[in-house]
């Protein structure tokens, strides 16, 4: 098993089933039609996933995390991987981990101009509130210019990267220990 974000919870089987009618209606295709759906262009199934997304997700970070694994009782019994995984509900192998970039489309989708100092600390104090002094001393505002690598730097660091790590040191002690852990930095264009 392989997945990025150890914390996001997967859909259930019905909010799957909702969401490949959705797709497979905007692809022109019948739900469960797998020779239309294949037969699909890549950028009319990337169209198709943007027009299914929900105009306010029930959980933001599913906004961008559309396609992933979904509660079906048999293979994967708990809403997220670290339950999974931690609960000892799975003794499998298991790799997970990260890229450098991973929350970048996150923040770059959400401001889409440049985000100014006084705007990013305000971020930072409203997100932490007691702690986010503590938040700024680690993730200090640029001198000059576009605040969003930084604030992409944190998001990707809370949402993805300190999340997998804390999945990978807990598997030893949930008897698991063919555990991997993987991250990708090279860019690609």
């Known amino acids: 098993v392989m997945m990025s974000i150890p914390f996001i ?22 739900a469960g039609n797998m020779t239309c759906l294949r037969a699909a262009e890549p950028h009319d199934v990337t ?4 027009k299914s997304q929900q105009p306010v997700p029930s959980d933001i970070t599913q906004e961008y995390v559309e396609w992933g ?4 009782g ?29 929350a970048f489309p996150m923040i770059y989708e959400a401001w889409k101009n440049n985000m100014t100092e ?3 600390e305000q971020i930072i104090l409203h997100l932490f509130l007691e702690k986010a002094q503590l938040v700024l001393k680690e993730y200090p ?7 969003r690598p930084i604030l992409s730097s944190l998001a990707t660091d809370l ?31």
């Open 141 to 147: 505002p640029a001198p000059l210019g576009d605040q």
């Open 69 to 72: 694994p979904y509660v079906d």
């Open 9 to 30: 919870n997967h859909k259930s089987h019905k909010q799957a089933l909702r969401l490949s009618k959705v797709v497979a209606r905007h692809l022109h295709c019948t």
């Open 47 to 50: 169209e198709a996933q943007h």
């Open 118 to 120: 006084t705007l990013f």
């Open 159 to 189: 949402l993805y990267v300190c999340p997998a790590r804390r999945v990978i040191r807990s598997a030893p002690q949930a008897g698991l220990s063919d555990v991997w852990l993987y991250h990708f930095d090279q860019m690609t264009e």
């Open 74 to 102: 048999n293979i994967v019994k708990t809403a997220n991987l670290q339950d999974m995984f931690l609960q000892g509900k799975v003794q499998k192998p298991f790799i997970i981990g990260t890229a450098t970039h991973d």
